[in-house]
């Protein structure tokens, strides 16, 4: 189970002075749709050049043109890049192709998905790496959370990896990681602490924990 740490609100200088902060706690860092749009994928090779030590996910929500898009965030050293669930089949299995080619991995993400546990099994035949439920930000401004959904794919993927995003803090990480995902995305709930370090150690030892008592 690895921990992703999701940067969305912040510039290049400020995501490498956070990275540092928690770096010996986090497995991947994610430079987010608001960075890549703001910075360019300048941010995800600034940001892998930095830390050669961990994942980059370059979130790009990736919806068409995917092999390309998919080339040149490898080129800027994306180790993980996002596709849309609701992109095309022809789009997904482009940016697989792609990846593979490259040695890269494709996360989909499900958000805005409806009918999730039909979309998640057709997904999950297209060998993409991860499989995300993600509630977004507008929705968690409303009270919703992805916990329910983690456990509707979970029931169906067989190939893939899955991984939750959307409102993840250290209250609600027990309820995650009893679903089991294989990857957890957390933003606010490092990014908005006052001791983002000892947030991000706190949550690495209960995914530590959580996987000594299934083994």
């Given at each position: 189970?690895?921990?992703q740490?999701?940067?969305d609100?912040?510039n290049?200088?400020?995501?490498?002075?956070?990275?540092?902060?928690?770096?010996d706690h986090?497995?991947?860092?994610e430079?987010?749709?608001?960075?890549?749009i703001?910075?360019?994928?300048?941010a995800?090779?600034a940001?892998?050049?930095?830390?050669?030590?961990?994942?980059?996910?370059?979130?790009l929500?990736?919806?068409?043109?995917?092999g390309?898009e998919?080339?040149?965030?490898?080129?800027?050293?994306?180790?993980?890049?996002?596709?849309?669930g609701?992109?095309?089949?022809?789009?997904i299995k482009?940016?697989?192709a792609e990846?593979?080619?490259?040695?890269?991995?494709?996360?989909v993400?499900?958000?805005a998905?409806k009918?999730l546990?039909?979309?998640?099994?057709?997904?999950?035949?297209?060998?993409?790496?991860y499989?995300c439920?993600?509630?977004?930000?507008?929705?968690?401004?409303?009270?919703k959370n992805?916990?329910?959904?983690?456990?509707?794919?979970?029931?169906?993927?067989?190939?893939?990896?899955?991984?939750?995003?959307?409102?993840?803090?250290?209250?609600t990480?027990?309820?995650?990681l009893?679903?089991q995902?294989?990857?957890?995305?957390?933003g606010?709930?490092i990014?908005g602490?006052?001791?983002k370090?000892?947030?991000?150690?706190?949550?690495?030892?209960?995914?530590?924990?959580?996987?000594?008592?299934?083994?």
């Amino acid at each position: 189970m690895e921990l992703q740490l999701a940067l969305d609100l912040v510039n290049i200088p400020q995501a490498i002075e956070l990275i540092k902060e928690v770096e010996d706690h986090i497995d991947i860092v994610e430079i987010g749709t608001p960075v890549v749009i703001n910075e360019g994928l300048h941010a995800v090779k600034a940001v892998k050049d930095a830390f050669p030590n961990l994942k980059v996910l370059a979130d790009l929500k990736i919806m068409d043109a995917a092999g390309y898009e998919v080339m040149k965030a490898s080129e800027a050293g994306a180790d993980i890049i996002t596709i849309l669930g609701t992109a095309e089949d022809e789009s997904i299995k482009g940016a697989v192709a792609e990846a593979k080619k490259r040695g890269k991995k494709i996360l989909v993400d499900m958000i805005a998905v409806k009918n999730l546990s039909e979309r998640a099994k057709e997904v999950d035949t297209l060998g993409v790496d991860y499989i995300c439920v993600h509630t977004g930000y507008d929705l968690q401004a409303v009270g919703k959370n992805s916990f329910e959904d983690l456990q509707t794919i979970k029931s169906v993927v067989k190939n893939a990896k899955t991984a939750i995003a959307g409102g993840i803090k250290l209250e609600t990480l027990p309820a995650v990681l009893k679903v089991q995902p294989d990857l957890v995305i957390v933003g606010g709930g490092i990014t908005g602490q006052a001791d983002k370090k000892a947030a991000a150690a706190k949550m690495e030892q209960m995914i530590k924990d959580e996987m000594a008592v299934l083994h």
